[in-house]
């Protein structure tokens, strides 16, 4: 059988795995000892899963094929060693991921999509639109890739590299059910923060999952006009139904919201977006990440000077709003999201 009729395993969650080997005939604990090696030994090949049967081998080769990454090119920074990974899908595709070190451990941020549909007119993942979704188990081997390179395990998790997670929503979420099962990573969700330029419809299908992850909003402005200068997902959502949605969350889930707000210079870092933002955010149980605009190349877009970015946050702070200046970590390496990409097509 050719590989287009094989079905991809790794993404298959250990329920659906156990009820397919139980329809091929074979014992109950036969889907926890595969999905064990998938997931755990992070095995790449049927033939290596040694406790298995030749005959239960051959059966999966069959029906199954394992839907891995590699790692087409790597970069570490010289100023605080953070990794990125350009990593090449099995059709070809390429997609990023980046480790950073921090004290409490190593957080991975991967991509959800090649490409992306969002059109964000400061983001260079964007450029040449969306390619296709990843599936679950391209996501799992960013992260498994990552460990296996660096040696060292991946503590937490950020959906926020090439792609708009909640618009590759099935598959992201039967991502998430695999790498946080017990018989799988066991990552805790607790350790997983997923970003969304802010599809509110989305928004509120995760909450509804509980999942107890992290919701990141991309929000970038303290208005819709301003907004929709560079966010066309603007038009459809406007900033009263996201703020809505993202109170909802907090209510639903009990976990705080955090807002992602790069200044770009002259658009949306003045004093005025400052006090707006203020008004806008104020009594929500939130946190502001003030990141200072990734100048790409095709954009355009500058960011303003540090005192300016200090002030922003000095402005927010004294409107009671929790906001940080967002640690720049690889400078070097050019870990803006979908650059290493853009460069390699
Ligand atoms: N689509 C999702 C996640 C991917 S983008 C989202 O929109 O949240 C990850 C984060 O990087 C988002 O906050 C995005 O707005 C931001 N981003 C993209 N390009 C950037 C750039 N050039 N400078 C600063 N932040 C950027």
Redo the contacts with the bound molecule.
């Keep these: 059988m050719s590989a287009e009729y094989r079905e991809d395993v790794m993404s298959l969650s250990l329920g659906e795995l156990q009820e397919a080997l139980q329809a091929m005939g074979e014992p109950g604990f036969r889907g926890k000892q595969v999905y064990s090696w998938l997931h755990q030994k992070r095995c790449k090949e049927f033939t290596g899963m040694s406790n298995l049967p030749k005959s239960l081998i051959a059966k999966l080769e069959q029906r199954f094929y394992i839907n891995t990454v590699e790692i087409r090119r790597k970069i570490v920074s010289q100023i605080d060693g953070t990794v990125k990974y350009l990593y090449e899908l099995q059709d070809g595709n390429r997609v990023e991921a980046v480790v950073m070190k921090y004290h409490h451990g190593n957080s991975l941020c991967i991509s959800t999509q090649v490409g992306?549909r969002?059109g964000?007119g400061?983001?260079?993942?964007t450029l040449g639109g969306l390619v296709r979704n990843l599936t679950p188990a391209e996501m799992l081997d960013e992260v498994y890739k990552a460990e296996e390179d660096t040696g060292e395990k991946v503590s937490s998790l950020v959906?926020?590299?090439?792609?708009?997670?909640l618009d590759n929503f099935d598959n992201v979420m039967r991502f998430l059910e695999i790498l946080s099962s017990p018989e799988g990573m066991n990552l805790s969700l607790r350790h997983v923060s997923l970003?969304?330029?802010g599809l509110v419809e989305r928004i509120y299908d995760l909450m509804e999952k509980k999942l107890g992850l992290t919701l990141?909003i991309?929000l970038?402005a303290p208005n819709d006009e301003i907004r929709q200068k560079t966010m066309p997902v603007s038009r459809k959502y406007d900033m009263d139904s996201l703020l809505r949605a993202c109170r909802d969350y907090f209510d639903q889930t009990g976990r705080r919201v955090s807002f992602?707000y790069?200044l770009i210079h002259g658009v949306n870092d003045s004093d005025e977006c400052a006090w707006e933002l203020a008004r806008r955010l104020g009594g929500m149980n939130c946190h502001v990440n003030l990141?200072p605009?990734?100048?790409?190349r095709e954009?355009g877009?500058k960011r303003g000077s540090r005192q300016q970015i200090e002030r922003f946050q000095r402005l927010l702070a004294e409107r009671h709003i929790n906001a940080t200046i967002r640690r720049e970590l690889g400078a070097d390496i050019n870990a803006?999201?979908?650059q290493l990409r853009r460069e390699s097509l």
């Design positions: 992306c969002m964000c400061f983001c260079a993942s959906l926020m590299g090439i792609g708009e997670p970003s969304t330029c990141s991309s970038h992602e790069s990141i605009v990734n100048e790409v954009r877009y803006a999201c979908g």
